[in-house]
């Protein structure tokens, strides 16, 4: 068996294995971490096929920044276990029709042969040489640079929408503007005045007065 | 030499790159391990004579065997894993804390060609690899079931992700000029220009033409790093230490080992990619490892002098300053050289 197939192996055992967890883990945090592991196996099996820039990207994207905000929100949640399995059966047709959707469609890739597949050219061997990162920048920002920034508009919109939709102003904050802060200088806080000294004189009335309290 | 280790890959079979991997793997840890731990000595030494203390003094001549001392200690102290904490993932945090930052170190090249893994796309493995580094410290946190220790996690994490984002836009401007994502093509790419024809090779350097973004990069990477003044993770006023609170003996130690692995990554990083790695500052003087070295232990110099000189920003100032002041210095950075690098006026043709 060549190296290839034994890391091949390895990755896809650890990924079916982390999807199975997905799905079937108790607690929300741990199935976040199982997905998080599926990626990160995903990206391994890309990295065989020497799509390195996919592969590293998924790391980075999803591992690196969406689920880490994922993993945020679902921590800081109040889960409420008994209320996430209410729902089970009510959701169990959508299920199941979207599972024998997914097992037909996996039925067709895996069984290739039967179903004229395999008439599909195979990719052409590459080079070592070969910069998938180069060869996908040069098609990106050529032949499909419009559909690019369409895309790049598109997500610039969700992000404004998404900021305006929770941004809210609160009253009640203290908050103070950090450039005024930072903009404090001693002159304007600190004032020195020069003053004579001033004696302390036995003031005899005060003396009577403590008495006062005494006898009071 | 060729003949004995195909003799030994000859024994392994279909292994042997397994366990040629293995090999390099060990051959570049522990040396970075021997200077993670005298960075902890030199780190107190050197904010000892900055504070006019001594320094560690005991162990050994001038000190120098503490940090084995320190690790022994370590080594034998008992991991108490809370009662209530979550015991696999509360394992599994500091380990999750340490891997990255010792996977990153598979790209790094230290000379011409002397790398682990020279892959194309080593600049973007870098970004990937620490942007996972932010779980160890997540699920340590959330883990340890203490208000602290969860409050330092959000902390930590809110801050490594927003200088990820600073650090990600001053490396786009280094691959834009150097248009390549290869590290060791990104050093050689700074042995071109008008300063390395005149036998003044530092003026070739990136960070002079990108200099806001050195400066930007090298701020970031103290803040991804958490190190002060950037340290309200573990700010001992607030909330003791964090997200590492909970943790003792070896646990702890793996925490620690990971900030000061991290520490020298973002140095050698900063020496790499803006100051021209192994290549030598003049003409004169042959380039070589020993240049990279220098620049590093500079590098590691301004992490501890920052920390003996510089207060505890406060949380929101460190918010303004990622998000506010270095997102937009990057952006218009970014913009500015990709207009210099089509006009006329390019000096990287």
């Known amino acids: 068996m060549e190296f290839q197939t034994v890391v091949f192996y390895f990755l896809s055992t650890i990924l079916v294995l982390a999807a199975l967890g997905v799905v079937l883990a108790r607690h929300p945090i741990h199935a976040v971490l199982y997905l998080v592991l599926a990626f990160f196996n995903a990206g391994g099996i890309w990295l065989l096929l020497s799509a390195e820039f996919l592969a590293i990207s998924l790391v980075m994207v999803y591992v690196g920044a969406v689920m880490v905000l994922f993993l945020f929100v679902v921590m800081m949640l109040d889960i409420d276990f008994a209320r996430l399995r209410e729902g089970f059966w009510s959701y169990l047709p959508v299920g199941a029709v979207l599972g024998v959707l997914l097992a037909f469609e996996m039925i067709l890739v895996l069984g290739g042969p039967y179903f004229g597949l395999d008439a599909m050219p195979a990719p052409e061997a590459v080079a070592a040489s070969h910069s998938n990162t180069r060869e996908l920048g040069k098609v990106l920002y050529t032949e499909y640079a419009y559909p690019f920034e369409l895309a790049a508009f598109v997500l610039l919109v969700a992000m404004v929408a998404a900021v305006s939709l929770t941004l809210r102003k609160r009253r009640a904050s203290k908050y103070i503007d950090p450039n005024t802060q930072l903009a404090a200088h001693r002159e304007g806080r600190v004032e020195l005045v020069k003053m004579a000294a001033e004696k302390e004189e036995p003031d005899p009335t005060a003396a009577s007065g403590a008495d006062k309290v005494v006898g009071q | 030499m060729d003949a004995i280790l195909q003799s030994i890959a000859g024994f392994f079979g279909p292994l042997w790159p397994l366990v040629w ?329």
Not at chain 2, 55 to 82: C, H, M, S, T
Not at chain 2, 111 to 138: C, H, K, P, Q, R
Request: charged share 10%.
């Open chain 2, 21 to 349: 991997s293995l090999v390099k793997i060990v051959v570049l840890l522990v040396p970075l391990m021997i200077c993670v731990a005298y960075m902890t000595y030199a780190e107190r030494k050197i904010i000892g004579f900055m504070q006019e203390r001594i320094g560690p003094n005991r162990v050994g001549p001038l000190g120098l065997l503490q940090p084995i001392a320190d690790a022994l200690k370590l080594l034998f102290k008992e991991v108490i894993v809370p009662g209530k904490s979550n015991k696999g993932l509360y394992i599994l945090g500091p380990i999750l804390a340490i891997a990255p930052s010792l996977a990153a170190w598979a790209v790094i090249p230290f000379d011409d060609g002397v790398v682990i893994a020279n892959v194309n796309a080593g600049l973007l493995y870098l970004l990937a690899i620490t942007s996972i580094e932010v779980y160890g410290v997540i699920i340590a946190g959330w883990a340890s079931n203490s208000k602290y220790a969860f409050l330092g996690a959000m902390r930590a994490s809110a801050q490594m992700v927003s200088y990820e984002v600073s650090l990600g836009f001053a490396l786009i401007c280094v691959l834009l000029i150097s248009s390549s994502l290869n590290l060791t093509d990104i050093v050689i790419s700074q042995d071109k220009g008008w300063g390395a024809a005149h036998g003044l090779g530092f003026l070739s350097w990136n960070w002079l033409p990108l200099l806001p973004m050195f400066l930007v990069y090298l701020i970031s990477g103290i803040a991804e790093t958490n190190r002060a003044p950037f340290d309200v993770v573990e700010g001992e006023a607030e909330i003791v230490a964090g997200h590492m609170v909970e943790y003792s003996g070896m646990t702890f130690a793996l925490f620690f080992l990971a900030e000061y692995a991290n520490m020298i990554l973002v140095s050698i990083m900063t020496a790499l990619l803006f100051l021209g790695g192994w290549l030598s500052p003049v003409g004169f003087l042959p380039d070589g490892f020993h240049w990279l070295a220098l620049k590093t232990a500079f590098f590691l110099f301004v992490f501890l002098w920052a920390r003996a000189t510089f207060p505890r920003f406060r949380y929101d100032h460190i918010m303004r300053l990622g998000w506010k002041v270095f997102i937009p210095l990057t952006l218009i950075w970014l913009f500015v050289v990709t207009v210099w690098m089509m006009s006329p006026w390019s000096i990287w043709k």
